[in-house]
């Protein structure tokens, strides 16, 4: 049975998925005229679905077949069946190595088997580690000689790692846990299974979407799976960094899929420090401390990602711009004029990333604290960085040579703004006392037009077409430097 949109069932265990649907209950909550009830905050957060089935299906569907090899119902079975493995094998043996890796940072890439063995693997100590994965393996029920195969597995997949032919992948190993040592504490013993079980509860809900399973039989299965998840953690924060070291294992920093590590970072940052506190409408863990991930991941209010979601998205949504935002900040020509970037992007100049150009003072001087959130490369080779606390205007007028002339406007500065159309794609040209600020180039979808007919029609009409939007954006840049100048007093 198919429910109506308004009478989707609610399940409270797909907010451990949530990293994945956060997005689309935020749009939601921004297209919103008025605030969202709590329980259309439910729905939308906890919905099974995360918009009409119909319109998603066939997208639902590719990603499963893409991401998953995932294109019926048997092959559903065989790789959530691949994904509880984790819960066996890859958490407790990943947790040994983390362990490992923080008794001996200097020499982890030179120990044998026979030292790791000894130190770390006898009976009691993966006795221990291995009751805290009981909820989900059941492992605390089997008899005797079943625990001992298990630990002699155990043994045999962390002492492999030390054999004298994978000294690479310890190196490898080594510099993943450097980098990431502060996330290993918060996620204790469960290191990085965490994301299998995040990606297990919204693959669930997809299948459902997708029509691989009816939305009772989803719902049953994320019942079965998401209470034994709730009794696996004790809280929130373990949870995400657990999701998190698992996420960056799969996928390192940046990786170029359509959800990165970077963006899975930012997702989760979001959820812990936005306002409307998506989580606590789950009701799990409700004792869970996120000021930890909050305090590691960068306070609210002060990250790109709270201006971006806090500040400037409603306001764009106030003044019906929402879209425009929304298809500005995916346009990344990849060194075209006129591009847009948002944190966790590549930039126009190259594979130089958002974060790389905003720490570079060879483009920009940020000061410490400073919350950078949107990039702009308009042109010969002039560049633009919106912060929380004003606009870097970046600009190198001899190409072969020479450094970068360099301007920053506080928000609390005069500006005016100003706003151009133009009929060709539908482009919108926003200027700062005279000086090009952001382009919103080829926006013709708006307007409900194809690129051939907006190529065709006269560009006074579409001028007049756009005319609201003008006015608007100048309106929205306004409240956004009035808004960021009484953040910044």
Same mark, same amino acid.
């Given at each position: ?271 812990? +420090?936005? +306002? ?173 037009? +194809? ?39």
């Amino acid at each position: 049975m198919q429910h109506p949109a308004s009478q989707q069932p609610v399940n409270k265990y797909v907010a451990l998925g949530a990293v994945y649907r956060y997005p689309h209950y935020r749009l939601k909550q921004i297209e919103s005229a008025t605030p969202l009830s709590d329980e259309d905050q439910r729905q939308s957060f906890l919905g099974l679905h995360i918009a009409d089935p119909a319109e998603h299906r066939n997208a639902l569907r590719a990603s499963l077949e893409e991401n998953y090899g995932i294109t019926d119902r048997d092959s559903l079975k065989a790789y959530v069946e691949s994904l509880q493995q984790g819960d066996w094998i890859d958490g407790p043996v990943h947790a040994l190595l983390g362990r490992i890796y923080l008794a001996h940072r200097q020499d982890f890439a030179n120990l044998s088997p026979e030292q790791v063995t000894h130190a770390f693997l006898a009976d009691g100590q993966l006795q221990a580690l291995t009751a805290r994965y009981d909820p989900v393996t059941g492992i605390g029920s089997a008899d005797d000689e079943t625990r001992q195969r298990y630990f002699a597995d155990l043994r045999q997949a962390v002492a492999n790692t030390f054999l004298p032919e994978q000294g690479e992948y310890r190196e490898h190993l080594a510099a993943f846990f450097e980098t990431h040592e502060n996330w290993l504490a918060p996620a204790g013993d469960f290191s990085i299974v965490g994301f299998n079980h995040s990606r297990l509860i919204d693959i669930l809900a997809s299948a459902a979407t997708a029509g691989f399973l009816s939305e009772e039989e989803a719902l049953a299965l994320i019942d079965h799976y998401g209470s034994q998840i709730e009794q696996l953690y004790p809280d929130w924060q373990t949870f995400f960094f657990s999701c998190l070291l698992g996420k960056r294992m799969l996928v390192p920093q940046g990786g170029g899929r359509t959800l990165d590590s970077d963006d899975y970072l930012i997702f989760v940052r979001d959820m812990v +420090t936005a +306002t409307h506190f998506p989580l606590a409408i789950s009701g799990l863990w409700p004792d869970s401390d996120l000021s930890l991930i909050a305090g590691m991941l960068g306070q609210a209010g002060q990250t790109a990602s709270a201006v971006i979601q806090d500040v400037a998205l409603p306001v764009f949504a106030r003044f019906d711009l929402a879209e425009v935002w929304q298809y500005g900040s995916e346009l990344h020509p990849g060194g075209e004029e006129d591009s847009i970037s948002l944190p966790g992007d590549p930039v126009a100049t190259g594979s130089t990333s958002f974060q790389e150009q905003a720490e570079d003072p060879f483009f920009f001087n940020l000061q410490e604290g400073e919350a950078p959130f949107l990039q702009a490369d308009t042109g010969l080779f002039k560049y633009i960085m919106l912060t929380d606390r004003g606009i870097h205007f970046s600009h190198r007028p001899f190409i072969l040579f020479g450094g970068m002339r360099k301007r920053f406007v506080a928000w609390s500065e005069p500006m005016q703004f100003t706003c151009e159309a133009s009929g060709l794609l539908c482009s919108l040209t926003v200027k700062v006392n005279g000086r090009k600020l952001i382009s919103f180039p080829d926006n013709y979808g708006r307007y409900g037009l +194809t690129e051939e007919k907006a190529i065709e029609m006269d560009s006074k009409k579409v001028r007049a077409l756009m005319q609201q939007d003008v006015d608007n954006m100048v309106a929205a840049f306004t409240a956004l430097r009035e808004q960021l100048a009484q953040r910044a007093a």
